[in-house]
């Protein structure tokens, strides 16, 4: 195996014997053999597209394939073989579809037939395999990969609510195909990167739409961090669609239903705060699960990605859903939860009500936008003097407690904006407001995003001047691939001075990072003291 997808990689190069995630060779190896695989795929579908020929269950299939190889999604061995020989039986049904031959490389790529035939053919198709002309090519190429998994995760969900757009599918494909062209010089390939950001940013404005047309806009809510006595369900993740089916199965069956991690947003959704039984947050980030999941008194339910190995004390109770899987844990299918809620009617849940404090979220951007006469005002007032937007990916690697000192130490005449699960870093902190203004305003999970761009966009145009000219800093942390699509999105916008830590990716070598330095002004953190210093004066 070699891995080097995640902030966390071994040594800051690549795990090469264990993911430092978990994540053993022979999964690694047949993660690696299903990209190889929908690239073929990818291909033919590139080819038919310019014939005319399209096929929606392809476009689902290759965001929900390129999303199972995403970090802490599936570690199971035996769910991989399936979805590779499902990829190489559409390749050649949609190439005869439309009447079209491509060969060469992934378009030839047949399947062994054992699982160790597979993860030896996905040993022979690693990263390292990929056809470039110099090592910078090869490190966009990377990069390339890692974007469109962060693309498919989207995507993904958004498709889950009914939204797609062919044109997120179509740079998929057209992307897949580049990595395995071998003519692609450095050009070329900083430009398809650039349009990989363009293509996230249309997936996550689908999954805008789709999480509040389904479910509303989210607003400001106080979400409670105790518990009620009561039997108990705890549910992590991103997918809000779990999160729905299951409150409504669970309806008068006793049973308080809990966020983790990034489902704290929920509680914002209308649609969701529907749901009387639908109480609280439990515990904190991602890598503190096997913590806090041990000592929850219920049944857990794992949507999407964020998964780390069970322990022993909660492996029964634990389930997980969609495309989430570990080995030997109960995996429930078809949105029927019944297995989730019998475990947590047989546990002891909560002996009694406990008062821990709360948050608030809710603050996307219809949220700020609905108060953005008074946000202008106060700017304008001089009572807000800066905006700090410090979000993305928590992680266990030592250095991330620079965000907590970071938010702490900021001038209490700022305000900052915050998302997905780095926020956990300082989310219960009490910084007061501005005139009513919350100093911390939690925008969401990380595939809200979109509400960020968002706000910074119309806050640029109220003050009629562009996005970089702003009183506005980002200082982002990343972990996986998601935040790797993201970052992509904002250069794609023409976004300078973002701060990026705790440590840059390893894929990036050294030439592609200093083109990005020169270009778009990338900072590495160095310490809050010296960046706030920087950043106001």
């Known amino acids: 195996m070699f891995c080097y997808q995640c902030e966390q990689t071994a040594k800051g190069l690549g795990c090469d014997k264990l993911g430092v995630c978990g994540k053993k060779p022979e999964v690694s190896d047949l993660q690696d053999l299903l990209v190889y695989a929908l690239s073929g795929l990818s291909m033919v579908a590139h080819a038919a597209r310019q014939k005319g020929v399209t096929d929606a269950e392809v476009n689902h299939f290759t965001m929900a394939a390129m999303f199972s190889t995403l970090t802490n999604v599936n570690f199971d061995p035996e769910r991989f073989p399936a979805l590779i020989e499902k990829t190489v039986a559409m390749r050649k049904a949609l190439a005869a579809k439309a009447g079209v031959t491509v060969t060469g490389g992934p378009a030839d790529y047949e399947p062994a037939k054992s699982l160790d035939g597979l993860i030896a053919q996905g040993h022979e198709h690693g990263l390292k395999t990929i056809p470039a002309v110099d090592p910078d090519v090869l490190s966009l190429k990377h990069t390339l990969i890692f974007g469109l998994k962060g693309v498919a995760a989207y995507a993904d969900h958004a498709a889950i609510l009914g939204h797609s757009d062919d044109a997120v599918a179509e740079f998929t ?55 009620k006595a009561g039997k108990a369900i705890l ?96 995996h429930v299918k078809n949105g029927d939860f019944g297995p989730v809620i019998e475990k947590a009617l047989a546990l002891p849940g909560f002996a009694e009500d406990t008062d821990k404090g709360s948050v608030m979220v809710g603050f996307a951007r219809n949220a700020i936008l609905g108060v953005a006469g008074a946000v202008i005002d106060a700017v304008k007032a001089g009572k807000i003097r800066h905006f700090f937007l410090v979000a993305g990916c928590d992680g266990a690697k030592p250095g991330r407690n620079y965000y907590t000192e970071f938010v702490e130490k900021a001038p209490a005449d700022t305000v900052i904006l915050t998302l997905a699960c780095g926020k956990f870093r300082f989310f219960d902190q009490k910084l007061g407001d501005i005139g009513g203004i919350p100093r911390l305003l939690d925008i969401g999970q990380c595939n809200d995003a979109y509400s960020a761009i968002q706000v910074a966009v119309a806050l640029a145009k109220a003050f009629e001047c562009g996005v970089n000219d702003l009183p506005l800093s980002m200082v982002l942390s990343w972990y996986e691939q998601k935040a790797v699509a993201i970052l992509l999105t904002l250069l794609s916008l023409g976004i300078k001075n973002i701060r990026l830590g705790p440590t840059l990716p390893a894929f990036l070598t050294p030439n592609v990072l200093n083109y990005l330095v020169e270009t778009y002004n990338i900072k590495p953190i160095t310490t809050p003291d010296e960046d706030l210093k920087a950043i106001l004066g």
């Open 173 to 227: 494909h057209k992307a897949l195909t580049a990595v395995y062209d071998p003519s692609l010089d450095l050009g070329a390939m900083v430009a398809m990167v650039l349009e990989c950001g363009q293509a996230n940013l249309k997936a996550m404005e689908l999954l805008d739409a789709a999480n509040t047309g389904t479910y509303g806009h989210p607003v400001p809510t106080e979400v409670p961090l105790g518990a």
């Open 235 to 330: 549910v992590s993740g991103h997918d809000l669609k779990d999160l729905h089916d299951l409150l409504k199965q669970t309806e008068g069956k006793g049973i308080f239903i809990y966020t983790h991690g990034e489902m704290l947003p929920c509680h914002g959704y209308p649609e969701l705060k529907k749901f009387k039984h639908f109480y609280g947050h439990y515990g904190t980030a991602w890598q503190n699960q096997l913590k806090e999941f041990a000592a929850f008194p219920g049944a857990i339910l794992m949507t999407t990605n964020c998964i780390q190995k069970p322990g022993a004390i909660y492996q029964e109770n634990i389930f997980t859903t969609g495309l989430v899987g570990w080995p030997g844990v109960t």
